[in-house]
């Protein structure tokens, strides 16, 4: 028997941290919203998703900056939708890695910015971006680290066979896909999925944990800042 994959709407089987009840009573928000730089690469819609937990009340979070190094990702329609600054730093403007994520910081700091989240941003950051912002920049990856790093990581679970897959966020370290991790959502893997099958029922996951995963970093970073 065939099991049909359900709808990519579908409540993931697990995610870790559960949030309890308690949280946000014992880390309120400061007085002021933490301050968001994000940087993306193509259709943003974990832009769209952290921008809307903005809005509703669900993350007390200002987004200073979009960076987006695509002059064709759909991401800078979104951030003109919410009103939000954009900057283009087209990688190929530019002769090392090194040279791009020293103008970033320029950027980052032209605007302010607390906590770098890295949502959609294809490619690799040096230590030169790490070290400006140390434990302050996140990123999410497509599948429960530390399996599956990289640029293939959907493919890899499916030629894998694993049954449960899902998506990850930690913090930015100099190896890639390393870092601390934040939050983890799991998701069931069908055998007659596609990479874009499963990577839909991922993103919907992706979209719910990451505004969490802000939260949790926000309140680390106030704490600190606070002491």
């Not at 950027?107 to 950051?125: N, S």
Request: some cysteine.
């Amino acid at each position: 028997m065939t099991l049909e994959p359900p709808n990519s709407e579908s409540s993931p089987s697990f995610i870790s941290p559960a949030l309890p009840p308690e949280f946000m009573a014992e880390n309120p928000p400061a007085d002021r919203p933490i301050r968001l730089g994000i940087m993306a690469s193509g259709s943003g819609s974990n832009f769209e998703a952290i921008a809307a937990a903005i809005s509703s009340g669900q993350l007390h979070a200002k987004i200073q900056v979009l960076i987006y190094n695509n002059p064709n990702a759909k991401v800078l329609e979104r951030a003109n939708r919410w009103q939000v600054p954009a900057v283009l730093h087209n990688h190929r403007d530019y002769s090392s890695r090194e040279d791009l994520d020293a103008k970033i910081i320029e950027t980052l700091h032209e605007h302010d910015v607390e906590l770098v989240v890295m949502a959609g941003w294809m490619r690799i950051v040096t230590p030169v971006l790490i070290d400006a912002f140390p434990s302050r920049i996140l990123n999410l990856h497509p599948s429960l680290l530390p399996s599956f790093k990289g640029g293939h990581a959907v493919e890899d679970a499916l030629a894998a066979g694993v049954k449960i897959s899902g998506c990850t966020v930690h913090l930015v370290a100099p190896e890639v896909d390393s870092g601390k991790i934040l939050m983890q959502a799991a998701v069931p893997v069908f055998s007659n999925d596609t990479r874009e099958s499963l990577h839909a029922r991922i993103q919907v996951q992706e979209h719910q944990i990451y505004p969490l995963a802000i939260a949790i970093a926000a309140a680390g970073i106030h704490r600190r800042s606070a002491r």
